[in-house]
């Protein structure tokens, strides 16, 4: 059974900043590209990041461009999500979320094939 378990979501300070990690289970993880994704408030569930199955190529949502980096660690089954200079308009539920390598998708794409069920980010100004 696939698991994909957020953690590190929080209350932050605009400014700020936040790591959140995604544990797998139940996956080769090693073949699987891994993305996050958000959902603001009200809001439709949007792309923010994506890292390929050997952490060599990385994308990233314009919105979070420079302040965010995603990284991967294949020994431990983990792949992180650093959050740097915070915004409000950061406020969302983060979901990971992984699909099979080479899958030929748009690397912003939501169709993922396992999903976390998020973390919750909240960014005061």
């Known amino acids: 059974q696939v698991q994909l378990v957020e953690s590190g979501g929080g209350l932050m300070q605009a400014g700020g900043s936040l790591r959140l990690s995604c544990a797998a289970s139940?996956?080769?993880?090693?073949?699987?590209?891994m993305g996050w994704f958000r959902q603001p408030p009200g809001k439709e569930r949007e792309f923010v990041s994506l890292i390929s199955s050997s952490g060599a190529t990385t994308y990233y949502a314009d919105s979070v461009k420079g302040r965010f980096i995603v990284s991967r660690d294949n020994p431990k089954n983990t792949v992180y999500l650093q959050m740097n200079s915070l915004k409000s308009e950061d406020t969302a539920v983060y979901y990971c979320?992984?699909?099979?390598?080479?899958?030929?998708?748009?690397?912003?794409?939501?169709?993922?094939?396992?999903w976390g069920k998020g973390t919750l980010v909240t960014v005061s100004s």
């Open positions: 139940g996956v080769a993880f090693s073949t699987y590209s």
């Open positions: 979320a992984g699909r099979m390598r080479f899958s030929g998708r748009p690397y912003y794409s939501d169709n993922m094939d396992y």
